[in-house]
């Protein structure tokens, strides 16, 4: 394989879960720049189609489909509309996720359920549906969006942080199980990242901004465009040999 086809998408589906936004919606808009076809599914539906039309307006194929990752149904019901409209599953890319920040003694069950069900029990729905499709066919390639959390403690984030440990154990899991099938099963750590999912935590307390740059070698936290590549990668053949893996992205904080 020649190099400038080591990273090519072209005539490959990418189904981007909690893509209207965050690293979801980058790694949508970064996959059709080489080639995918894009579905972008999300809880929001209005959200999901503005990442949708962004790819129609950078010339590439996309659909919007809302989808809450814990609920079963919906789950199968994205990829039963993918089929329908591309005819197969190449890629997988989670990005969905949920957290809460409070000391574990004030956090209430409901708030734990609800971020284990997206961060964990969801994954569980999604790596069914999508899996039995690409076992199927014997191929395809799954991304989850973990978490340094999920490697490295932190005060207050217990929850999150249990959530995305098990996220990782789940993805070296199915690595090794989907191995024959070859399908390559991997994830993508970030650390904290200027997004819709931060910005508001951020907004109200600077001083913890201020202290998570600081902690960063480089000097500053993550941005959106540090793990788009890593996101390609993983979803091209330049990455067929690599499975069970964890790339951190953090500018070597958790080192």
Do not use: C
């Not at 980058?26 to 990442?51: Q, Y």
């Not at 790819?55 to 609920?71: H, K, M, N």
């Not at 789940?170 to 970030?190: C, D, H, M, Q």
């Amino acid at each position: 394989m020649m190099s400038r086809d080591m990273f090519d998408l072209t005539n490959k589906t990418a189904v981007i879960v909690g893509g209207g936004g965050g690293i979801g919606g980058a790694s949508a808009l970064s996959m059709a720049e080489f080639g995918a076809d894009i579905v972008v599914a999300d809880r929001s539906l209005a959200l999901a189609e503005e990442t949708a039309h962004q790819v129609e307006r950078s010339g590439g194929r996309a659909i919007a489909l809302q989808t809450d990752i814990t609920v079963p149904e919906q789950v199968k019901l994205m990829v039963e509309r993918t089929i329908s409209e591309f005819g197969n599953i190449d890629i997988l890319l989670n990005s969905a996720g949920a957290t809460v920040r409070k000391p574990l003694l004030e956090t209430t069950l409901e708030e734990w359920n609800h971020v284990i069900n997206v961060n964990l029990t969801g994954v569980f729905h999604l790596s069914q549906a999508v899996g039995r499709e690409m076992i199927q066919r014997q191929r395809g390639k799954i991304i989850h969006i973990a978490s340094t959390g999920g490697i490295r403690a932190g005060a207050n984030f217990t929850a999150y942080g249990a959530s995305k440990a098990a996220l990782i154990h789940l993805v070296k899991g199915l690595a090794l199980e989907w191995a024959p099938y070859r399908i390559n099963v991997n994830a993508i750590a970030p650390t904290a990242t200027e997004t819709n999912f931060t910005a508001d935590f951020y907004a109200q307390h600077p001083d913890k901004k201020q202290k998570t740059i600081q902690n960063h070698p480089f000097g500053r936290i993550g941005r959106l465009d540090d793990y788009v590549g890593a996101a390609v990668y993983l979803a091209s053949p330049a990455s067929d040999f690599v499975n069970g893996e964890v790339i951190v992205i953090d500018s070597g904080k958790t080192i």
